[in-house]
């Protein structure tokens, strides 16, 4: 079974430190790919980036990076100089493959992230 | 943003009664799916839809049924609502290709008083 897993519940940090939000995850699979959404306050859950596993560069785009290391088991999510507008729940989550080309996403239990001004 | 419309936005009802969301799609996709949003258990897949009247069952299927007559419409029903069945549920629906995301609904939050 697939599981992926956020270690870190709550997270506050002050307005401008970087940030890194783990996630761990498990699959049999060769050929998968795992996600990071973020659900502000509002509610939404907002998709930021995929990631296959057969492509281990790492990713940058703007403010935000994405660490993918498979000989870990790990896609970390760090936020530098981190903003009020970044507070949220972050949820790292990992495709698993379903009927007719279908696939479902296993989620972590997700991240509070707070930033304090 | 995707063409995704839940309805409705909130709902409360009692122990015992049937209840049915309402998922609504204009991208035309095929694959649509409902999760639920339960705190310290993150999203949890109920069921998914491969295809007009081609549904499977999810991680935490029971208590619930779906259907799906229509490309655009999926829509979950909770025969008998349970006060576990409390939670916020969301929609998504996803396009063409392996690597496509999931992109989600607003959610439907649902108290069973």
């Known amino acids: 079974a697939q599981k992926v897993t956020q270690a870190q519940t709550e997270i506050s940090v002050v307005e401008k430190e970087d940030v890194t939000l783990d996630c761990v995850y498990e699959t049999r699979d060769t050929t998968y790919y795992l996600f990071w959404y973020k659900q502000p306050p509002s509610g939404e859950l907002v998709f930021l980036i995929r990631?296959?596993?057969?492509?281990?560069q790492n990713e940058i785009s703007g403010r935000y990076s994405w660490n993918f290391q498979k000989s870990t088991s790990s896609f970390n999510f760090t936020i530098t100089a981190s903003q009020v507008v970044d507070s949220a729940v972050y949820f790292c989550?990992?495709?698993?493959?379903?009927?007719?080309?279908?696939?479902?996403?296993?989620f972590g239990k997700g991240t509070k992230l707070s930033v304090i001004p | 943003d995707a063409g995704i419309t839940q309805s409705p936005r909130h709902k409360v009802t009692e122990t015992g009664t049937p209840v049915t969301l309402r998922c609504h799609q204009t991208e035309n996709h095929r694959y649509m799916y409902w999760y639920r949003q339960d705190p310290g258990h993150g999203l949890r897949l109920i069921h998914y839809s491969y295809g007009v009247k081609d549904t499977d069952k999810g991680e935490v299927s029971d208590g619930y049924s779906v259907s799906r007559s229509k490309t655009e419409d999926f829509l979950l029903t909770l025969e008998s609502a349970t006060s576990s069945q409390t939670s916020v549920y969301f929609c998504?629906?996803?396009?063409?290709?392996?690597?496509?995301?999931?992109?989600f609904g607003n959610g439907t939050r649902l108290t069973v008083t």
């Open positions: 990631r296959n596993s057969f492509d281990e």
């Open positions: 998504a629906i996803r396009g063409p290709g392996d690597n496509s995301p999931l992109h």
């Open positions: 989550a990992l495709s698993e493959a379903g009927g007719a080309g279908s696939y479902q996403l296993t």
